[in-house]
């Protein structure tokens, strides 16, 4: 049965942009890849997808389109309580699944036996403030992530905050405003990316503002494409696309991040969304765009809990290049199956379940309203 059909008019979802899905997926993938990697190569030059990190970013400006096409012409009718019920109920369900994971690795690594140096109080803290997606950067021996057990969770916790001011302020606001804001937001972004040499902040305590001009440019971005309709029809496909996609996160780490980052950020990235959902998808493609974008958000969630693990491994035993590649290789594999199945088990039956719940809530107050 298609519960989008039964569910009541005002939280039936749009049709996806299966590319745009796709594209998702390659930035999970390339965000993984590029974890695996930083631990390898501590000098970012010689990473081969030294700014795989970037794909946040694109994230962020792909949720901007995504959130002005869903709901600029809904969310006055659902009310932001129901707005804010349906982002909980797609991105939380992770949030708490990742946490729990991160518990468990950090106290059970078998690479490394720091657990003792934490007492069990600021343990249960640590975890009470990731559950709740409340920063907490603490752990010093983490890099004071802002969130220790989950260190991807600082993308959630904007997105969070993005979608707030959507619901407050951005839906309402005609586009000249939505434009002067950009325009702001893209100059404080220089000014991170100028001053720290990188757009790579936002993830810990220290960085933690950095984080603040990344969403917020990109996430303007994103609904200015949107809000403005920068749709471009090509011919590219979802293969063509995808590509043009990695190659930013291959450009060369160098002196000049603080130019080049810049520059994708602000232009290329919105650009590859105008293109994406402007492009025609292949047939042949479409099951492999729809899976990659379902998988996107749980293997993103879910990856970080094994890369301490994985990192810590690597610093004690210090594996050729051969055994390296090959743990590296099946690990991400490995970890898109485990992303799999999270999905399958996990995320769809437990939002299933809690979108049932809210239906049935919603069918009763409009059967007492009628009253």
Known sequence: MDTNKTAPAILQTKQHFEILDGLRGVAALSVV????????????????????FLAVDFFFCLSGFVIGYAYDDRIA???????????????????ILGSVLGLLAFLFDPFVGHPGVYSA????????CSLLISPFPIMGDRGFNLFSFNAPAWSLFWEYMANIVYAFVLYKIARRYLLLLTVLAAAALCFVAYRSGNLMGGWSGPTFWDGCARISYSFLAGLLVYRYNFIIKN?????????????AFIMPFNKWNWVSEPLVVLFYFPLLIALGAGATLTPGLKKLCNFSGKISYPLYMTHYTFLWMFGNYYLSHKPGTAQLSLIVITS????????????????IPVRKYLSNKRNEWLAKQKATNRQ
């Open 33 to 52: 890849i590029f974890h695996f990697m930083e631990w390898v190569y501590s000098d970012y030059g010689k990473n081969f997808i030294g700014h795989g």
């Open 77 to 95: 009718k659902m009310g932001m309580a129901e707005f804010f019920k349906s982002r909980v109920i797609r991105l939380h369900p992770l949030v």
């Open 121 to 128: 109080g600021m343990i249960a803290l640590t975890l009470f």
């Open 235 to 247: 011919k590219l496909g979802f293969t063509g696309i995808a590509l043009l996609l990695f190659l």
């Open 332 to 347: 991400v594999i490995l970890l898109i199956g485990f992303a799999y199945l999270v999905m399958v088990v996990y995320d």
